[in-house]
């Protein structure tokens, strides 16, 4: 066994993910001090945005309380001794799964009426709480605040539904004022169908809490803030938010080319001059973004470079003009320390979430603190 798994070692590629449980940590410093009156929602939905969802639950003890969208991650956290609330973000989908949270204590969001035609129709032995969702504006779950009313009686009539709560999804709260919808418009809607109910308000994501921190509301539900990445308006350094995630590898082959030759797939890319390219462990089935074009920043041995060629599945090449010294093994980052994930997506076409969240099962997985 000990030969076998050494043989494993071998094998294994330079390309690494490092997650920083400490600028977790730190994250949701930022959070509570922001934001010091309100309980936090840490928000772990796909496996904790890339990072990992048992990590998070060491990481997160601090929170209040864990959101997430996933039943069966919800369960896990229960299994591995998480005791403080939970919730899951789009409720339940089916009959069957109401007696299972009732038995883990899972409170969920309802958000339409066929929901609450289940919840009526269940017969449940131990007592479920809800957090029922207002649609201001953003269109895409919740009731109308014209409906709120009607389905907050309908709950209130159920035997075992005990706690209600109150919320709602800002569209836009990476902007101060989004001329389409802006968060005071949502606030005022919200407001407008809540004024005169008891029971917590649950309200502010990561781009409220940062750029709205004056909304009033008993939690708050922090995600990409939490892994480093910013939700918009400024970059998550200016906001005092550390990067969880840094993706490395490592040169694996050096090319000398022409002017004139081409490199990779399609030949997109065409050498001006002479150049020395390296090839990196790392491609779109690791989880680097396909689209990600000509130009796309990189850093060798700690110096800012450029992709060149097209993303394949397994491997990258960058210019190495400006380090001439790089040579076979020498370290890439692709985004983390040194390098933000948001400077990578936004070159890509694309938002940091997706680049945490699209990380395969392929690069190793290394903590630090």
């Not at 001006?272 to 090839?279: E, F, H, Q």
């Amino acid at each position: 066994m000990a030969d076998f798994q050494f043989s494993l070692y071998l094998m294994t590629r330079p390309l690494v993910a490092s997650i920083d449980i400490a600028a977790m940590q730190h994250n949701l410093s930022v959070v509570r001090s922001t934001v010091p009156r309100a309980k936090i929602w840490a928000v772990v939905k796909a496996n904790a945005y890339g990072q990992g969802l048992e990590r998070s639950e060491r990481a997160f003890t601090d929170a209040d309380g864990f959101a997430l969208i996933e039943i069966e991650s919800a369960i896990h956290l229960r299994e591995i001794g998480w005791k403080k609330p939970i919730l899951l973000l789009e409720g339940f989908f089916y009959p069957h799964e109401l007696p299972i949270l009732a038995r883990y204590s899972i409170a969920f969001a309802v958000h339409c009426d066929e929901q609450i035609d289940m919840l009526e129709k269940a017969r449940l032995e131990m007592p479920v709480d809800v957090h029922l969702k207002m649609n201001t504006g953003m269109n895409r779950l919740g009731f109308l605040p014209s409906e709120y009313g009607k389905a907050l009686e309908r709950l209130k009539k159920i035997p075992y539904v005990r706690d209600i709560s109150y919320m709602t999804h800002f569209a836009n709260s990476e902007a101060e004022d989004h001329p389409a919808l802006s968060v005071a418009e949502q606030l005022r809607r919200f407001d407008s169908a809540t004024q005169g109910l008891k029971g917590d308000r649950n309200l502010s994501n990561s781009g409220a809490i940062l750029l709205h921190p004056g909304i009033r509301t008993d939690w708050v539900r922090p995600g990409i803030m939490l892994y480093g990445g910013t939700p918009g308006g400024k970059t998550a350094e200016q906001y005092g938010l550390k990067p969880a995630m840094t993706l490395k590898s490592e040169i694996i082959q050096t090319q000398h080319i022409g002017e004139g030759e081409a490199i990779g797939y399609g030949s997109i890319f065409t050498a001006k001059n002479p150049m020395t390219i390296g090839v990196v462990a790392c491609g779109y089935a690791d989880g680097y973004p396909r689209m990600a074009p000509e130009g796309t920043p990189v850093i060798v041995n700690g110096i800012k470079t450029r992709l060149v060629g097209r993303v394949s599945m397994d491997m990258i090449t960058v210019d190495l003009t400006p380090v001439p010294d790089a040579h076979v093994g020498s370290e890439v980052t692709l985004w983390g320390n040194g390098l933000p994930i948001d400077e990578v997506a936004e070159a890509a076409g694309t938002v940091g979430y997706e680049l945490m969240c699209a990380l395969s099962l392929r690069p190793r997985i290394v903590e630090c603190w």
